[in-house]
């Protein structure tokens, strides 16, 4: 029996009007679902199949709106003869959960506008990977394939990153934050105290650099474009706890960074061992990380009950590869290895993939879905200093080959 997997935060929101132009050769269908918009566009020659699209998150706002796929995708997606859909989900901010109970209401939205698919891909992007995975593993039988793409697939392990990002700059700037104190305001201390006693990630300070050794472990060590991606989100990781500083949304009281263990470059200063005894540990709220109650604020299991492919930038300091590779240990503990293909993109950057690797990904996805074709994948359960070589086209200005 279906079991909704979102929490509601109870906050009201309203839906942007949905209407769009569809592309030649293409009609346009949109309106709401619930409290959701959602957007259907379908091809005049449409070959039977059905990708749903699964966006992002979108901030904490109170009016949702739906995003089409990425141009060059959608584009592909109509004249290969595939319809598509997309949900703005019925509300804001880190709800993977509603967003998969969102996309699965879209697809029955579908079956009953234009007939039953013969196949449904679902394709995610950032929360929307999350989304994918939580879909794969909860709604057996509803689709055929997924891909991921720069996809936080660990679930409320992307919040407990974000935890760790922020006790360790709590660490190495010698500070401490008042977080989850009521009253509790650390927008000062991020935009004015924390670049002075870190520096920046162009010229960091003593403790910017055993900051950013901390932060390169974390998020799957040595690998091509780091520095470009930590660059990029210096400050913007630090946004979350600038939201909500008290821990009071349902993902923030669920986080916790209680049994990770960091680790350091040597010759910085500190050991691993004085790292982990003195980093501050955040305790999650049991009830917030209850699988029963709260299904879209646990880790996921990896569970997969159809193939998945992934793809991920090796310089994604906002979702970090760290948590592909966490993924793949969970979907080998669950036995289900054969249906997880993960691919890096030597990039650095949040989601910064070229048309040919989105375009060659859901070309092999279909091929595998449709012929039992397994297509090749990289490993990224060991050292990633040279890894993506295969699946990266074209290759980035700035490559640094083999070295970090």
């Known amino acids: 029996q279906y079991r909704p997997l979102g929490t509601s935060a109870g906050i009201p929101t309203t839906a942007a009007d949905p209407a769009f132009e569809p592309l030649p050769g293409a009609r346009a269908s949109y309106g709401i679902l619930g409290r959701a918009a959602y957007r259907i566009e379908i091809p005049d020659a449409w ?116 935890v760790s990002w922020v006790a360790l700059a709590e660490y190495f700037s010698g500070l401490r934050f008042p977080i989850g104190e009521p009253g509790a305001d650390l927008t000062g201390i991020f935009l004015t105290r924390l670049p002075v006693l870190l520096g920046t990630p162009q010229r960091p300070t003593e403790a910017g650099r055993r900051f950013a050794s901390a932060v390169k472990y974390l998020t799957g060590g040595p690998r091509p474009f780091f520095a ?99 993924y793949l240990q969970k979907v080998r503990a669950a036995g289900k290895s054969d249906l997880l293909v993960q691919r890096a993109i030597r990039a650095g950057g949040h989601c910064q993939f070229s048309s040919q690797e989105l375009l060659t990904a859901f070309d092999d996805l279909v091929r595998w879905v449709r012929d039992g074709v397994r297509p090749a994948g990289d490993d990224l359960s060991g050292d990633l200093t040279d890894i993506g070589r295969q699946f990266t086209n074209p290759i980035r200005p700035g490559d640094p080959g083999g070295v970090n």
């Open 228 to 326: 470009e991606g930590f660059a990029e989100q210096y400050l913007v990781n630090f946004g979350l706890a600038m939201v909500d500083p008290e821990r009071k949304l349902l993902v923030t009281r669920a986080a916790t960074n209680e049994d990770h263990v960091y680790a350091i470059d040597p010759g910085l200063g500190v050991s691993a061992d004085q790292l982990n005894a003195g980093v501050r540990r955040f305790a999650p709220d049991p009830a917030a990380r209850n699988a029963d109650a709260h299904p879209d604020a646990v880790p996921t299991s990896g569970n997969l009950s159809a193939p998945l492919l992934t793809l991920h930038n090796t310089g994604d300091l906002f979702v970090p590869i760290s948590l592909e590779q966490s």
């Open 47 to 162: 070959n039977g199949d059905l990708v749903l699209y699964a966006h992002g998150f979108a901030g904490f706002g109170t009016e949702v709106s739906v995003q089409n796929p990425p141009r060059e995708l959608r584009q592909a997606l109509i004249d290969r003869g595939y319809a598509w859909a997309a949900s703005s989900y019925s509300e804001n901010g880190y709800v993977p959960g509603i967003g998969a109970d969102d996309t699965l209401a879209l697809k029955r939205q579908f079956e009953a506008e234009f007939g039953a698919p013969a196949r449904t891909y679902l394709i995610g992007a950032s929360m929307g990977g999350n989304v994918v995975a939580l879909a794969l593993e909860h709604h057996a039988g509803e689709y055929d394939g997924g891909l991921a793409l720069c996809g936080a697939l660990g679930g409320i392990e992307q919040i407990d990153y974000l």
